[in-house]
């Protein structure tokens, strides 16, 4: 079993930055690879990134490179998602996502991940 909880959401204005926390606990968090997802009001959950165990790949949706970044500090317990040039269409709930395999084959499906936070809300405003 792997709890997580995010942090870091705020209300910020287009251009600005965010920097998004998960702290993981429960089973060795080092043993799963990790993933950043978003949904927005009427929308579908949407992926964002992801980041293999090691820390050493990583992906991202093409709405968000070269924006976004995403890392882990397996000695913390901890994926962080650095969210720059924020846009108004960037707005919605984050969900940090703990998936079982330690790879990023199939990582920007959400039915791969086993488990989720609850959520950090994300506001941009125009």
């Known amino acids: 079993q792997v709890q997580l909880v995010e942090s870091g959401g705020g209300l910020v204005q287009a251009g600005g930055s965010l920097r998004l926390s998960c702290a993981a606990s429960?089973?060795?968090?080092?043993?799963?690879?990790m993933g950043w997802f978003r949904q927005a009001p009427g929308k579908e959950r949407e992926f964002v990134s992801a980041?293999?165990?090691?820390?050493?790949?990583?992906l991202y949706a093409d709405s968000v490179k070269g924006r976004f970044t995403i890392s882990r500090d397996n000695a913390k317990n901890t994926v962080y998602l650095q969210i720059n040039s924020l846009k108004p269409e960037d707005t919605a709930v984050y969900y940090c996502?703990?998936?079982?395999?330690?790879?990023?084959?199939?990582?920007?499906?959400?039915?791969?991940?086993?488990?989720w936070g609850q959520g950090t809300q994300v506001t941009v405003s125009s």
């Open positions: 996502a703990a998936r079982e395999s330690f790879n990023l084959l199939a990582a920007a499906n959400r039915g791969s991940y086993r488990y």
């Open positions: 980041i293999s165990r090691s820390g050493r790949d990583t």
């Open positions: 429960g089973r060795t968090f080092s043993s799963n690879a």
